[in-house]
């Protein structure tokens, strides 16, 4: 029996699903997780907050998660200096659900959504098993936006959800604050559209959130994740702020008691942490910058980031480099960008060893 003889929908066949391949090497820089370990005292004070929640998980959770989302909201005041109330945040599991929730809410059957190409593949992803039809918006050949080709673009496809990942991952692009408010004027000019900027890695970004953007602009909507900066991919959190109005309606969608006890529990013990995990990020963004110049001290093209990985290249064959560095214990992503493969900043010691292994294979394969 195979996929195919089960009577799935039409859209779904033929499809693989989404996933990078987990393989156990020594210098792991493919799916941009934060390298660091959670801080011991964090450790302890999960184990603590955990236990708590643990004597009532007889009841179901905090369907609304109050606690947690006025936690958030006030990181986010804090971060941003834009204040939010508890009613303009909303949690899941993780920004995939948060997507996934408002793609329910305002595309579907018979909407389409518009990204601009080579983005985040989850975008295009949830959109289809969402039933919402997917448009690859244009980019420049440096993979920034043209606002003039994405103008056209909105007019043409008449799109009801508007995607801007800033920073962009793959190619680590930031889309300024100009921009953006361009493409939601252009987007509103057509038709009411919802516009969700996906902040996953501004904690990375030398520009400052979008957030205060959100002030008078009801369909505009920011989605944060405590995968990458806050080093928690393991929890499973994922948050956006946007109008009260945006967050009644995910309502009418969520599944309910979505976000268990523990993981509430568990996320709420790292907004105690912040600091250190932000301390972090510094780190990070200290060796992100040191790979950058690196690369392009040994002759190759690299994408300018605003996040923890690095677009890097240009490449004959990328996955023969790919295949190459993984042969010398190092993995990257092989997003399938034309000439171009990706690299998660890593500890100290995992950017040398990656930087080793591109010096002995850029020698044996000649850039294009
Ligand atoms: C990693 C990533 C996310 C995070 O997804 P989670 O479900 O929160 O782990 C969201 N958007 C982009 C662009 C990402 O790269």
């Not at 496809?157 to 939601?184: K, M, Q, W």
């Not at 109008?243 to 268990?260: K, M």
């Not at 006890?261 to 972090?280: I, K, P, R, S």
Request: charged letters at 20%.
């Amino acid at each position: 029996m195979k996929i195919d003889d089960l009577p799935i929908r039409d859209e779904l066949r033929g499809q693989s699903p989404y996933g990078a391949p987990q393989l156990d090497v020594p210098v792991q820089l493919n799916t941009n997780e934060n390298p660091y370990q959670l801080p011991e005292p964090l450790v302890a004070r999960i184990a603590e907050r955990v236990a708590e929640a643990a004597r009532d998980l007889n009841r179901y959770p905090d369907r609304d998660a109050v606690e947690l989302r006025t936690e958030l909201a006030r990181y986010l005041t804090r971060t941003t200096g834009h204040q939010l109330t508890t009613g303009q945040v909303w949690a899941a599991n993780g920004s995939n659900e948060i997507i996934q929730q408002l793609l329910q809410t305002f595309g579907g059957p018979g909407r389409s959504a518009l990204g601009f190409a080579p983005s985040y593949q989850m975008h295009e992803l949830i959109s289809r098993g969402t039933g919402t039809r997917w448009i690859p918006g244009p980019r420049r050949a440096d993979f920034t936006i043209d606002l003039e080709n994405a103008k056209a673009a909105l007019a043409e496809h008449r799109p009801d959800v508007l995607f801007i990942c800033s920073p962009n991952n793959p190619t680590g692009t930031a889309v300024d604050r100009e921009t953006v408010l361009a493409l939601y004027e252009a987007a509103q000019a057509v038709k009411p559209t919802m516009v969700l900027v996906d902040e996953a890695y501004v904690e990375f970004s030398h520009r400052p959130s979008l957030v205060p953007l959100l002030a008078g602009r009801p369909h505009l909507v920011v989605t944060r994740t405590m995968s990458k900066a806050f080093g928690a991919a393991g929890l499973r959190l994922g948050y956006l702020a946007a109008d009260p109005a945006v967050v009644d309606a995910v309502q009418l969608v969520r599944l309910p008691y979505h976000l268990s006890a523990v993981t509430q529990a568990t996320a709420l013990a790292c907004l105690e942490h912040t600091d250190t995990l932000l301390g972090y990020v510094e780190r990070l963004k200290t060796e992100r910058d040191r790979l950058v110049g690196a690369l392009r001290d040994l002759g190759l093209t690299v994408t300018d980031s605003d996040a923890n990985f690095i677009q890097f290249g240009v490449f004959a064959d990328p996955h023969a480099v790919w295949q190459a560095l993984l042969d010398r214990g190092v993995l990257v992503r092989d997003n399938g960008v034309p000439g171009h493969l990706r690299v998660t900043a890593g500890t100290p010691a995992e950017n040398d060893a990656f930087l080793d292994a591109v010096r002995t294979v850029t020698k044996e394969l000649s850039p294009a």
